[in-house]
């Protein structure tokens, strides 16, 4: 089978795994609701506004926005992946929801008029994108005086076993995932929390804030930890893809015993850490 190419356009490995995120929608969604809502709150959605998302994948913490500013208000939904945007449009029609937009958009250059937003949120897509600068400059220029932007990222690797392991599994096996986590749109380019304040002021927002949310990545059996995260972990989803079924076998027998520690009567519970940042337009 043909290795996917790590070089490949954002837009593509985001449309290629489209179909396994819109299939685990409601899981992707309630393990890190903390950070949903975190970030929610933190933009605080007023009735007849108007919220952007970034990199909204299929939606859901957008639709907690969209809820709150009501028939009277909006939710630009936006997405690289074309794939995602359609999963987006999917679960809003399913919900009943009228005052949503959609937009085949590249968060790092939003096309959008300046001033137009009252509020940006994005879960889990700032890191992954290979010029976040750009992002949040772009962030700044479209909201309105005093509108407020908030996302989030993950944390080390280290407080974020449930997909570390996996990693440190592949290695293990002797193959090595594409990719820098932590280099330019690696999965923890932005664990360090100094850095996203960084980020935030040189982008000329005021009142930078950073915290941590703590979660707990819950599966019932290892067949479900391995089918979600071989099928929904990006970049390492699409590489396992990419593997003999012997290769994938030895990582499936190597990660397991790594389990141990979280497992109890079969299930696991495995911690997961956030880092949850949010600042405002003066």
């Known amino acids: 089978m043909v290795q996917p190419d790590p ?126 600068a750009s992002a949040l400059a772009g962030s700044l220029r479209v ?22 392991l996996l990693v440190a599994a592949i290695l293990e096996t002797g193959h090595a995932p594409p990719g820098d986590p932590f280099g330019p749109g690696g999965l923890f380019s932005l664990a360090a929390p100094e850095r996203n304040r960084e980020l935030l002021d040189e982008a000329g927002f005021s009142g930078a804030r950073v915290e941590e949310i703590p979660g707990v990545m819950h599966f019932d059996d290892f067949e479900g930890y391995w089918t979600l995260q071989s099928r929904i972990a990006g970049r390492i989803a699409l590489f396992l893809s990419g593997l003999s079924p012997d290769d994938i076998d030895a990582i499936r027998t190597t990660v397991q015993p790594m389990l141990a520690p979280f497992e109890s009567d079969g299930a696991y519970d495995i911690p997961s850490l956030a880092i949850g940042a949010c600042a405002q337009r003066p």
């Open 143 to 164: 909201l309105r005086s005093g509108g407020r932007l908030a996302y989030g990222v993950w944390a080390p690797p280290d407080r974020n076993p449930w997909v570390s």
């Open 7 to 132: 070089d490949r356009a954002e837009s593509q490995w985001s449309d290629d795994l489209a179909a396994a995120w819109e299939e685990h929608r409601e899981y992707l969604f309630q393990t890190q609701r903390l950070v949903s809502d975190w970030i929610v709150d933190q933009v605080d959605p007023q009735p007849g506004q108007t919220i952007l998302e970034l990199a909204a994948g299929p939606g859901e913490t957008g639709f907690v926005a969209a809820e709150r500013v009501g028939p009277e208000g909006k939710l630009i939904s936006t997405d690289v992946g074309p794939g995602m945007v359609a999963a987006s449009r999917r679960g809003a029609q399913a919900r009943g929801l009228t005052n949503v937009e959609w937009r085949l958009m590249d968060a790092q250059d939003i096309d959008l008029p300046d001033m137009s937003v009252d509020g940006v949120l994005c879960r889990f897509g700032v890191m992954l994108m290979p010029d976040p």
